[in-house]
């Protein structure tokens, strides 16, 4: 090689050297796109947020069905990764799904190839528990004015609710409180949530999330902003609960984009309520990442009935290639449907319930939960979700509403004290 | 009293700077040795230590596919940005005023062009071009644009160095019988070959480094930097254990190039001094 370089530079013809950079020119692309096209090659992959699939349950699925998996951030991100054939099955919300149905991403579902015994979108909605039936039926895919089925584009995953989780003696005012009204009025104005030295409380810094609450309490119980609502409008709302805070002092509550770090925060005592999803808030009660005992009478929920309900389900690319949509069908059966309360814990349902600790949908595994889970009912209390009304379902907003919101966040953020 | 602590403070200022920059790698290399909690997080207060962490990484399929991504990537990509970059220099040096001024700008304008920039820019460009033709985006986009984003880098570095090469040495080559392509070769880039390394280093750490472009082109290639940016809930274990275990790399392999450097100057030194005896005529070194 050495003798053939030395040859090459100590050459006085140009000749060679011309025809090495032609060949170089043609064959480093080749290289390239052959590594491109059969390296490491991921040709059926599942997007999904981070954390919300058990680790043993995605080594089952990649080594049984060749599954790879990919995640992002938010849910907007999630439609880049289906118009980019990035991934072939990816998790959404109820309302996301609506929006990709109308760009033409999604591809509607043939029950019959679950395997489970069920023909039609229409006799699986049985599976699923009362709240999820309520969302499922609750939204107009097509626009033609008549509420439809998302099981016709979605299997269900996991179902959320939003809700304020507090420390120490049960306030039993706040336990009491029927909606976000009456627990903003007790939170605002007990001494437990008065911050000393650092704030007391701590929410999920998401704009969307925490304007349903002040949106329900001056909507009467609506927690969507309106179309095109301007960013005076959407600021006043929050200033009604930015107002209510700051009753509390300067520097009261605290906002955190991580999810798991509000959770801990509640989790080690750092702070005396927060604002949190009750999935989170399960894994809250169980003393966090470090798996701090707590006692039962040290951990309290409530739930509005005017709380924020999301629904995650799963869709299927409409670019899917055919091999890809058969072993997809059977993946999401095994997944999310396949539930066996004679031995459940065989069942890969269960293995990721167990890890991902959310409010499952299929009926049967709802119910085995409630029964024989939970240790004490106040970890029942946050699984349960059962007040579901169209007002507390979140709708798809447009980009200049969503823009504003953001807007509007700022400026709430900055009227805090 | 207070001249003795300036005094310590001019001999240890830079001591304690570099104390501030590399603490936080070593918390990072102490975590690292922390069992993780039951969702694979980090956990301040963990109730057990040991060498879990790293026995799961090396068992993770999707980190050890992503790693093995990352490594074809700048496998590919480096060599062809110092080349370029390379015969850039030299060929901007060997030409008129004009076009280092503009090769200069137009290198400085791909760096401080924000990244999301470039990322957009170039995921347009695929969209139209290679999408367009039916493919996907994968390691050729990926590989692509960072060649695109990297050379700028390697071309700044490795042209202040070819700037102090004298022209006359070209010319004594070519008189002594050498032809452009041998003195570029054996003339040219041994000259260049501190700036060239250097510049290898830093496109290497770029490539491995870069999420932006990545993740903005990457189809449904996964590379270490997107599996570690899209962590939203919790700092994950195995993302600890292997910033950990490059952080030991770095260190060994610094220590050993610090050591080697060391005991060569040293010869050198030690060279010099017996040669300087010996021309005093002062005997010979053994009897100092």
Known sequence: ?417 | MKSNFSKWLKKSYIAILLLIIYVPLVFTVIWSFANESAKGNIVPNPDSWGFQNYLTLFTDNEFLNSLLNTLIIVLFVTPISVSIATITCYAVWNNKKSFETVNQGLSKISMVNPEIITGISLTLLFASTWLAIGLDMGFFTIILSHISFCTPYAIITIYPRMQKFKKNLIDASKDLGYSGIKTFFNIVIPYLMPSIVGAIALVVVMSFDDFIITNLVRGRVNTVSTEMYLMTKGIKAWAVSFASILIIIFIIFISIKSFILYRKNKKQKDKQISKMFKIKGIGNEKNI
């Not at chain 1, 011309?18 to 991921?42: E, F, Q, W």
């Not at chain 1, 949106?215 to 959407?234: F, Q, R, V, Y």
């Not at chain 1, 119910?367 to 169209?390: A, L, M, P, R």
Request: net charge negative; aromatic share 12%.
């Open chain 1, 1 to 417: 090689m050495k003798k053939i370089f030395n040859k090459l530079i100590n050459t006085n013809s140009k000749k060679y050297w011309i025809i090495g950079l032609i060949v170089a020119i043609i064959l480093v692309p080749i290289i390239l796109l052959s590594v491109s096209l059969t390296v490491n090659k991921r040709d059926f992959v599942l997007a999904n947020y981070q954390s919300y699939i058990s680790p043993s349950v995605e080594k089952k699925l990649a080594k049984e069905y060749g599954l790879s998996f990919d995640s992002f951030e938010t849910v907007e991100n999630a439609k880049k990764l289906l118009s980019s054939n990035t991934a072939d099955i990816v998790a959404t919300t109820s309302y996301e799904l609506v929006n990709w149905y109308n760009d033409g991403l999604i591809q509607k579902l043939d029950w019959s190839k679950f395997n489970i015994g069920i023909d039609s979108a229409a006799d699986a909605l049985n599976l699923f528990t009362d709240s999820v039936q309520t969302i499922l039926q609750n939204f107009d895919i097509d626009g033609d004015g008549n509420k439809d089925n998302l099981l016709e584009y979605g299997i269900p995953y996991f179902i959320q609710d939003f809700i304020f989780a507090y420390r120490g003696s049960e306030i039993t005012e706040l336990t009491n409180a029927q909606n976000w009204s009456q627990a903003i009025e007790v939170i605002s104005n007990h001494d437990r949530f008065k911050p000393d030295s650092k704030p007391k409380l701590i929410a999920v810094d998401d704009a969307r999330t925490m304007y349903s609450i002040p949106s329900a309490m001056e909507k009467n119980g609506d927690i969507n902003p309106h179309k095109n609502e301007t960013i005076e409008s959407l600021s006043n709302t929050l200033y009604k609960l930015s107002d209510s805070i700051n009753k509390l002092g300067n520097n009261a509550i605290k906002f955190n984009a991580d999810a798991n770090a509000v959770l801990n925060d509640l989790a080690t005592n750092n702070v005396n309520g927060a604002f949190l999803f009750n999935g989170d808030a399960l894994y809250a009660s169980y003393g966090g990442d470090d798996e701090i005992v707590i006692n039962d009478d040290d951990f309290h929920i409530v739930k509005p009935n005017d709380a924020l309900v999301a629904l995650d389900l799963f869709v299927f690319n409409k670019n899917m290639t055919n091999d890809n949509l058969n072993k997809a069908y059977q993946v999401i059966s095994e997944l999310c449907l396949n539930f066996n309360d004679s031995n459940p814990e065989d069942t890969m349902v269960y293995e990721n319930f167990d890890y991902v600790n959310y409010t499952c949908t299929l009926q049967s595994l709802y119910e085995y939960v409630k029964s024989n889970y939970f240790d004490n009912q106040v970890q029942e209390q946050i699984f349960e979700i059962s007040n579901v009304n169209s007002n507390s379902l979140e709708v798809s907003i447009d980009n200049i509403t969503k823009s504003n919101l953001s807007f509007a966040w700022i400026n709430f953020k900055n009227k805090l004290h």
